[in-house]
């Protein structure tokens, strides 16, 4: 049996930061939903997504195939009802479309937006759904949990140098894990360390946090909890429940809050969010399918970036900002709450970002991580992007 995660309704309602991906290769907690799902069933998984993102995120079908949805988290209770479906028989919650297990002939047909082909089962018990970029963080320090259990159990943490200071026990760190006379308080969740990371030293660090592999902690960090820091990231400065997915970095002094940011953003020296309004009301973000302002039920909430998406030293972005794939931020003052995709500029203005230098910086950025390749198929769905977001840069 293979796993086939799809996107539902939640693909246009987490833009910018699905623009990219599929809903189900979103980073929460340790892991991204689709490594939740696959680790948890111990089978293999695909997408079924966007069509201009297929040729990255391909579907794969077996002679029998699980359809689950992208945007739902998987738990034990989840897990066991899903164990008990039978062929053809769609797992349903206040009509949101959980799963269906369906044979590879009715799997070619698979409609996300059609579960009433299938006999429906009603499931009863609350589970993490992600449908606004805010859940990502929101919801972290929960699915931190989830994945920490998942993934230590019944292992044995390696060795860190006596020179670091631990407090609690909830702390596991992967082979190659290095740190040096740093702080890690665990009562308040745990904290975990991927292979070949390293915090270095005089960092301070309270869970519920996650680094991922090949990413580095620099010196006099202060991280709070809440926190994931993907793989082959760097990060310093101040940073409370803020998700960071991969490759990218916020390498210096600065804060950043209630935050989420894709992958190969870059946060420029001595930026800063706010996360909490002057008058402490409640933050609103901008939505790309009502193309307005949506009220988000909470009181902090910081920036939330796209892939790509860079900003100049001493940056200073508004509670509740959403910045678009691959927008370039830089100036003096406050830029505007939404900054569109492919923009170039701050408060004094914005131009358009042309996909021509912004390949030209992307292939240079790829090179320095690991030698990786800015190939046809990035430049195929980041031109596509440029496309469906035109409409938003009316500078």
């Given at each position: 049996m293979a796993i086939i995660l799809f996107d539902d309704s939640a693909h246009q309602s987490l833009l910018p930061l699905t623009f990219t991906r599929p809903v189900a290769d979103m980073r929460i907690g340790i892991l991204t939903i689709a490594e939740k799902w696959a680790k948890c069933l111990n089978l293999p998984f695909s997408f079924h997504t966007q069509s201009y993102l297929e040729s990255k995120f391909p579907m794969r079908l077996e002679p029998r195939n699980l359809f689950l949805n992208g945007s739902v988290c998987p738990d034990e209770n989840l897990l066991e009802a899903i164990y008990k479906l039978h062929a053809g028989s769609a797992l349903m919650k206040d009509g949101l479309f959980i799963a269906v297990k369906l044979n590879e002939w009715d799997a070619a047909d698979f409609d996300a937006s059609n579960p009433a082909a299938y006999e429906s089962v009603?499931?009863?018990?609350?589970?993490v759904k992600i449908k606004h970029?805010?859940?990502?963080?929101?919801?972290?320090?929960?699915?931190?949990?989830?994945?920490?259990k998942l993934l230590t159990q019944g292992r044995s943490s390696a060795s860190l140098s006596t020179t670091n200071v631990f407090i609690g026990d909830n702390f596991f760190a992967e082979e190659g894990a290095?740190?040096?006379?740093?702080?890690?308080?665990?009562k308040g969740g745990p904290v975990y360390l991927g292979k070949n990371s390293?915090?270095?030293?005089?960092?301070h660090i309270r869970g519920a946090f996650s680094l991922g592999d090949n990413s580095q902690v620099k010196m006099g960090a202060k991280i709070y909890g809440g926190t994931t820091i993907g793989p082959f990231c760097r990060v310093g400065g101040e940073v409370s429940n803020a998700v960071i997915w991969g490759y990218s970095s916020k390498g210096h002094e600065g804060f950043l809050g209630?935050?989420?940011?894709?992958?190969?953003c870059n946060i420029g020296a001595d930026s800063n969010n706010s996360n909490?309004?002057?008058?402490?009301?409640e933050v609103k973000l901008w939505d790309y399918t009502t193309q307005s302002f949506r009220k988000t039920g909470l009181q902090f909430c910081?920036?939330?970036?796209?892939?790509?998406a860079k900003c100049g030293i001493n940056t200073m972005f508004n509670t509740g900002t959403v910045v678009g794939v691959s927008a370039n931020v830089f100036g003096a003052g406050y830029p505007r709450n939404f900054i569109p995709d492919f923009a170039w500029g701050g408060a004094h203005g914005f131009d358009v970002y042309s996909l021509n230098k912004m390949f030209d910086t992307a292939k240079k950025v790829y090179e320095r991580r690991d030698g990786r390749a800015f190939d046809e198929t990035e430049q195929n769905?980041?031109?596509?992007?440029?496309?469906?977001?035109e409409t938003y840069r009316k500078f």
């Open positions: 009603n499931y009863a018990g609350e589970f970029p805010e859940d990502v963080f929101k919801h972290n320090a929960t699915e931190l949990g989830k994945d920490f290095e740190a040096e006379c740093s702080t890690f308080n665990s390293s915090v270095w030293e005089g960092s209630n935050s989420v940011l894709g992958e190969w909490l309004k002057n008058n402490y009301d910081g920036l939330i970036m796209g892939d790509h769905i980041l031109e596509k992007v440029f496309e469906l977001t």
